[in-house]
């Protein structure tokens, strides 16, 4: 099942009555004893030895450099050649003590260089949690030649102390440089920003340490999934099901110019295994789509989740499916059509581009750019201001409920990048959405969320196996024929 995320901050308030208790030095040392523990093993890869590897350790004037030096101790009493490289400020006192006496060599900073080439493994213990968003000039020039240097010795590995210095634990974001770690050893709960924009590429695989942290009145800031997620999430029909209960979608979409939108679309749905697949549009329209999708029908009926948008279906047919009073995926042309406020449990599916031209249409003056930086900040403010889920596509999509929470699937597969294949997605989403919704009753945002995630999971394994959009709904159907059977 996805997993929780939080905050920086609230990572140190989960904090604060251990440290006021006076557990700080035992936090600290059971964090490092599991940083080092992860670094023996990557070292272990492959049948190497930890005994004889040259470790490079970089360290902050905090806490974050407190745990590389413990770990670093931990190393070299095991025989590993720790160098320790600090950047600024005064190095943790305690860890510095114990990495000196484990037989830890201390090397001036203008050495750094040469010492980070050479290393088997790279500690970076420099910024964690308490880190400022601009870097000192000097690290930031140290991280830029370290990480382009070809110099590097071949299979190094870097190990990022909590957080990969230079990304923001909160909202990933990186202001100069960051760190671009293999792994990262995240200490007492995952923190959002290792998930999403700048930090998802600098973090590498995120192991989280447990601290004895109590998250149990927190409400998490983000559920972060994995692509075994969609065991869970994905529904098998059982014996008392029939077509209604399996939800019906209402598809909306195509036009005299756009027509395969259309066929996609409902394509996909079909093949996510909705109950029944209801589809609008003029006669040519219509005909169009079954000759390609037979299941398709055309008659009026009752519908359960609309999908709206895809291949421009002009106004009138858009508004009429918003005006139904059932949840919608507004996506594509139906984003310039928003009623005033949607249906309960809807969900707009923009791409950058088309998010930026609705920010502005409400009075936010940002460009598509600022929103690829940030997906998290902007994809809340919409789904805030619209009071509905928000998923904002990209190699990373990020969906977000109107209170703040965000959802973050994995990266699909970079095969999705082709027109059309956002048209499956919509056709995926509304299948899914559907079924929810003829389980429940209704929907509520966080279930329409989750539901979402699971389409993008299911989408961005089909662009394993598709090279084009109109493969990918049998990609779609293996997909989830695969994770119902396990
Ligand atoms: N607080 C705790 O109980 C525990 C903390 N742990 C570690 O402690 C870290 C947090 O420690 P700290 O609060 O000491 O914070 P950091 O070690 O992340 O950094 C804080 C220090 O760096 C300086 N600094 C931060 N950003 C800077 C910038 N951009 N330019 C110049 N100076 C900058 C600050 O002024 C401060 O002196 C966590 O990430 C984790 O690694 C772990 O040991 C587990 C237990
Ligand atoms: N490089 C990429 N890596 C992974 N997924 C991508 C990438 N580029 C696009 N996608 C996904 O492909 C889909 C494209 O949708 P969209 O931009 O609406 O295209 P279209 O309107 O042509 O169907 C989205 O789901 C998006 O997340
Ligand atoms: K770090």
Redesign the pocket.
Known sequence: MPRPAYTGEQIRQAEAPLLEAGEGDRLMRRAAGQLAAVCRRVLRLGGGTVYGRRVAVLTGPGNNGGDALFAAADLARRGAAVTLLHTLGTPHAAGLAAALSAGCRRVDIAQAPSHLGAADLVIDGVFGTGAKPQLPEDLVRLIRVWQASSARSEGQITVAVDVPTGIDASTGRSAQAAVQADWTVTFGGLKTGLFTGAGARASGRVVLAPIGLDFSDTVPDAWVYKRSDLRELVKAPTGEDHKYTRGVVGICAGSADYPG?AV?CTNAAVAAGAGMVRITGDERLRSAVTSHVPEAVAADGRVQVWAVG?GSPGSDRTEAAFSSGEPVIA??GALDHLPERLPAGSII???A??LERLLKARGHSVQRSQIEQDQLRWARTAARELDAVVLL?????VIAEPDGTVHLPP????????????????GVLAALLAERAAAKGHLEPGVTAVTAAAA?LL??RA?KSATH?SGLPRAVEQAVLKARAR
């Open positions: 939108a996609l895809p996506d594509a599916t923009p791409h581009g088309e596509k990209g190699h990373r999509t990266a699909g597969s970079a095969n999705l990048a082709t027109a059309g294949s956002g048209d499956v997605l919509t993008v989408h961005g662009g959009a």
